[in-house]
């Protein structure tokens, strides 16, 4: 009897490799080039410089999203982020920004216009006298990120149309403010925010002349978030005290 043939094979099909893992291999190398297509896949053996570097070389044209993988960045100097339009994605958690020696200088330095960080976890345990970021461009946006163990978390000064947005200060070493707007920032967004760090001065404090921020739904659990009557902020659906001066 001759043997009949298989024919339902594919055309491809190779002995002794399983069509199954064939098919995920072929899945993930398409998911790679999409992603590589969109942005930059960044991995803690990459220095800021190495990927601000890189960002310069690939979106030229525009904008650019990293992509940051699981891990930690250590970081024994500040960086200030001057390239505008790039956006930092961390994976919530598990994508973490440690500083390793007392400078006396922001961790990060937000100074391109339309910059964001997202999903990133700071741990700041070595700074005593600046705040963990520094945003002093405009449109740009901190969101949905973690500062566990800073000595303040966040200053924004100057610029204009920045987002600080669903962000939690577990603890902070400042006494005076987890978060800071001042040196006449205007027309942002302050939402949603938590602050669980104890007897603060303000938990979220505007300077003077800060103009017509929008700021909703912050949960200040042991403190207030302070601002001038007279600079026209827009201020509602926070649950702790609010004090207009």
């Not at 979106?59 to 339009?85: C, H, I, K, P």
């Not at 007392?102 to 999903?119: A, H, K, Q, Y």
């Not at 979220?204 to 026209?232: C, K, M, P």
Request: charge should be negative; aromatic fraction near 6%; hydrophobic fraction near 35%.
């Amino acid at each position: 009897m001759k043997p009949r043939p298989n024919r339902g094979a594919a055309a491809n099909a190779r002995p002794g490799l399983d069509p199954r893992l064939r098919n995920i291999t072929a899945s993930l190398d398409r998911l790679t080039k999409r992603v590589a297509d969109r942005g930059l896949v960044a991995t803690p053996d990459m220095s800021m410089k190495d990927i601000i570097t890189h960002c310069g070389t690939k979106a030229a044209a525009g904008e650019l999203n990293v992509f940051l993988s699981e891990g930690t960045w250590s970081f024994y100097e500040g960086f200030t982020l001057a390239r505008g339009q790039v956006y930092f994605w961390g994976v919530p958690g598990a994508t973490v920004f440690e500083r390793h020696i007392d400078n006396s200088e922001p961790l990060l330095t937000v100074s391109g216009r339309e910059v964001g960080l997202f999903g990133i976890r700071f741990d700041d345990a070595e700074e005593d006298t600046e705040a963990t970021i520094k945003v002093t461009g405009s449109r740009c946006e901190i969101k949905d990120c973690v500062f566990d163990d800073c000595y303040r978390a966040i200053d924004v000064s100057g610029g204009n149309a920045q987002r600080i947005d669903g962000n939690r200060v577990i603890a902070c070493r400042d006494t005076s403010y987890a978060i800071k707007v001042m040196n006449a920032s205007t027309d942002g967004i302050m939402s949603n925010n938590t602050i669980e760090q104890a007897s603060l001065t303000a938990d979220i404090f505007f300077e003077d002349a800060t103009l017509r921020w929008a700021v909703v739904g912050n949960q200040t659990l042991n403190g207030t978030i302070s601002h001038r009557g007279a600079d026209a902020h827009s201020v509602a659906g926070n649950p702790g005290t609010v004090t207009s001066r």
